[in-house]
């Protein structure tokens, strides 16, 4: 019997809730005992860059996305360095005052996600960049919202935005997150996402088709 916390919730435990000693909670337990924030995050930069690569021969233009695969994408780039890569968070997460579903929801909200939404909008078929960006938007901001692992979710998201691109024959969006005017743009995006969760595309829809638009006429 799981012990509770006052808000009601199972009280975190196990490698999920552990932070690495000596990284000051900056950094959660992993394999490759890293305590340095700036460490873990090229650990898991040049680990995304490998899975990416591996899968482009793995996922083609009719694949369609499911659970089970985004599980297996999960882990085969964090698994190296977390042993809870690839399974659904069993924390309950919150960021900036916002909480995202309870952790025994995720099994049963990724069923209705890959029901619902992966099969309607995957393989995400050639069209317009409105149409394209509208079904990524849709997918991007749904997945967001279960937030189904206990990190990477976002970076996870736009891999697999990136993939849906692929599918419908653009080149992966280009986001400008760094460099000038890169603060601006990731807020955007983030405000964009957060009025996803309401079911409201149309920030998310503008975002993702700019992004396309970008890297095919300017190429910038």
């Not at 996922?59 to 297996?72: P, V, Y």
């Not at 900036?96 to 909008?121: D, I, K, Q, Y």
């Not at 990477?152 to 419908?168: I, K, P, T």
Request: one cysteine or more.
């Amino acid at each position: 019997m799981s012990s509770r916390s006052a808000g009601g919730y199972p009280t975190p435990t196990g490698a999920e809730a552990e932070f690495q000693p000596g990284s000051r909670g900056r950094v959660l337990v992993n394999k490759l005992g890293i305590s340095r924030k700036r460490e873990i995050d090229q650990a898991e930069f040049e680990a995304l860059l490998a899975a990416q690569s591996r899968h482009l021969s793995i996922i083609g233009t009719r694949t369609r996305f499911s659970s089970a695969l985004l599980r297996r994408m999960h882990k085969d780039w964090l698994g190296s360095i977390y042993s809870w890569a690839g399974e659904y968070r069993t924390v309950n997460l919150t960021k900036g005052g916002f909480t995202w579903p309870s952790a025994s929801r995720v099994a049963e909200n990724m069923f209705n996600f890959e029901r619902e939404l992966l099969t309607e909008h995957t393989p995400c078929t050639p069209g317009p960049i409105s149409q394209v960006a509208k079904r990524m938007a849709v997918v991007h901001a749904e997945f967001l919202l279960i937030h189904p692992f206990r990190d990477g979710n976002g970076r996870l998201a736009r891999w697999l935005a990136d993939l849906m691109a692929l599918q419908a024959k653009f080149p992966p969006p280009h986001y400008r997150f760094t460099g000038r005017g890169g603060r601006a743009r990731r807020d955007r995006y983030l405000n964009a996402v957060q009025a996803g969760y309401l079911q409201d595309y149309g920030a998310l829809t503008d975002f993702f088709a700019e992004a396309l638009d970008r890297i095919v006429t300017r190429g910038a």
